[in-house]
């Protein structure tokens, strides 16, 4: 099992433009969730996803959107790239509610 | 609401010392609680956990004891190496019910730990 895979590893992005950060998991799990964590700082969630077709938002959803059309795949999708969206974004799966997160190795993001 | 507050960093210590990492946690209900640890450039991966009140959690060293009474979740280690450096987030989690939007994990704010030579 490869677990939770994310592309890219780093991207740079002029403000404005729009990008996919793409995550995908190989375990099966149902649970799967967008966060971001700002240097020296903790996690934030961004949006979860409890099974296919169904998302939620999270702690700070302004500015990105997800989709999960299947239990494998989990994008998140920012639109018009601002500054305070540099950040480090994971992703992580469960196979359900309670159950420990495994996580992928981020995406470093950086919006100039 | 839920919430996980971890005892602020950097710590720094010596190799072969003791650690002790403080957390304690406001939840209702039983929620699980876990000890996560992120090495420089990766993603948080899980060190320990524990699930119920009195659970001792315990892997690489490390170990951590469910207090309901206290509400805490101490992350301990009696003799730490260079290879522990890294930051330690301390998280719960309600467990067994359904979905519900404020069933989520709760991550506290990270404990960056760094062990001298």
């Known amino acids: 099992n490869a677990g939770v895979t994310q592309t890219p590893k780093f991207r740079i992005l002029k403000i404005g433009q729009s990008m996919t950060l793409q995550c995908t998991q190989d375990?099966?799990?149902?649970?799967m969730y967008w966060y971001r964590q700002d240097p020296g700082m903790g996690l934030k969630l961004i949006y979860y996803?409890?099974?296919?077709?169904?998302?939620d938002k999270g702690e700070v959803p302004n500015g990105y959107n997800v989709s999960r059309s299947t239990t494998e795949d989990f994008p998140l999708r920012l639109e018009l790239a601002a500054p305070s969206q540099t950040s480090v974004y994971f992703c992580?799966?469960?196979?359900?509610?309670?159950?420990?997160?495994?996580f992928g190795p981020g995406t470093r993001l950086t919006v100039l | 609401g839920n919430s996980v507050t971890q005892m602020e960093g950097p710590v720094t210590l010596s190799e072969e010392a003791f650690l002790t990492i403080n957390c304690t946690y406001t939840a209702t209900g039983y929620p699980s609680l876990f000890w996560y640890v992120q090495y420089p450039g990766e993603g948080l991966q899980l060190l320990l956990k524990?699930?119920?009140?009195?659970d001792k959690g315990s892997n690489k060293g490390f170990e951590a004891t469910y207090r309901k009474e206290t509400t805490s979740f101490h992350l301990e280690k009696g003799s730490v190496q260079v290879s522990d450096s890294a930051v330690y987030f301390c998280?719960?989690?309600?467990?067994?019910?359904?979905?519900?939007?404020?069933?989520?994990?709760?991550f506290g704010s990270g404990t960056r730990l760094s062990i001298r030579p």
């Open positions: 524990a699930t119920k009140a009195d």
């Open positions: 998280a719960l989690s309600d467990s067994g019910r359904r979905y519900s939007s404020a069933s989520k994990i709760i």
């Open positions: 375990m099966n799990h149902n649970y």
């Open positions: 992580a799966s469960s196979p359900g509610e309670g159950f420990e997160q495994f």
């Open positions: 996803s409890v099974g296919a077709g169904i998302t």
